[in-house]
């Protein structure tokens, strides 16, 4: 047997040393010690997601992270060149086989939103970003509740901001999205963080609008990474009634819930509960050393698991620290990082790709590599979008 949560707190290696050594941004794991908890649940290899599953999570999730970039029209513009070894996009294949439908910032904070039209699988995907800028953080800290206009519970005032200042753009891309491309079968709601709340505000609002884009028979799923809380039990209640209605009228595939909290991520614990907030997802997933685990509806407030997987499945971690910037299987702050060079290389001027390179050598604390003018992209390997 083999418990992983033993095997996180190994010797790191030299390689591992030095990505912790690097990180500049808050990954909130202080937090998760402070006052997260560990549920008296263990976990196993029984409540282990299929690996495809897996793998559709983490390719969702890349469009969590892309929506943290500033610039998204310039970076689907040159997608090619910045799909390369050592760019911002190295390890972010699934924007090359997809459409730029909207791309905006929020009347409130400037909060960035991308919507994506994706035609191999006939999917309409709204990304989210989370926070990434002190206007952003100053909404997050205002944990005081505010009664949500349908009367059925309380929101976080903070994330009820800045959705206002989302909303109506982001239900007329839904819309546009739809109404251009007909054949999408499929709509998918995905943000990292702060992000993944907002999310569930705007789920919330097309369930229960009159004026909403959604289309009968629609699927729906929402995929959201390090989510913090952002409603009461009135207003989380809610929420599940009108899933599991959409799910009755629609069918049981019609609406699909995927939230995964990770080891050592302070964020999911916050609100604290004695706030009065709860967490939306009923059922929600763990991932630890890159593995996803379902978690029992009856444990869905705490934060931190035991695992025990049988056999040496657990043998190679991956980022045994854990911590808010690290979800499926990539460093959200290396990419978040790339990007703030990539501005700084003054892109997309002549000669970005030489001062974009001098910096990259300069800080990372990766190789530079010796292909990298290669105008060729990470070839896609694993695209089951």
Known sequence: MANSSSVAKRILSQDERKMYAAETQHNFRWISQLVATYSPHTLNS????????????????QFAEVAYCPFMDALFEHREELGRIAFPLEHYHMIRGVELVASFKG?????PVSVVHCPKRCRLIVGISGTSRISHAIQDLRVLKTRHPTGRGYVHTGFWNLYQGIRAEAILAIKNGLRSHPENGELVLTGHSMGGSIAYLLLLDLLTDDKSPLQRGLRFKIVVFGVPRAGDVGLVQYLRE??????????EESMKEYSIRGYNDGVPALPLLSFGYRHFAEQPIYTIDGRLYRIPSSESEHTLFHVVEDGDELDVPIFPRGGHNYYNR????????KLTWIQKAE?????WEERYMTLYAKHSHHALPDNWRSRQSIPDEHNVS
């Not at 029984?46 to 999730?61: C, F, N, Q, S, Y």
């Not at 892109?347 to 000669?351: D, T, V």
């Open 330 to 337: 990539r460093e959200l702050e290396v990419f978040v990082t």
């Open 107 to 111: 009347a409130v904070a400037n909060l």
């Open 46 to 61: 029984a409540d282990r997601l299929p690996p495809e599953l897996e793998l559709w999570i983490a390719e969702i999730g």
């Open 347 to 351: 892109f997309p001027k002549a000669g």
């Open 242 to 251: 009108l899933m599991a209605s959409y799910r009755r009228q629609n069918g």
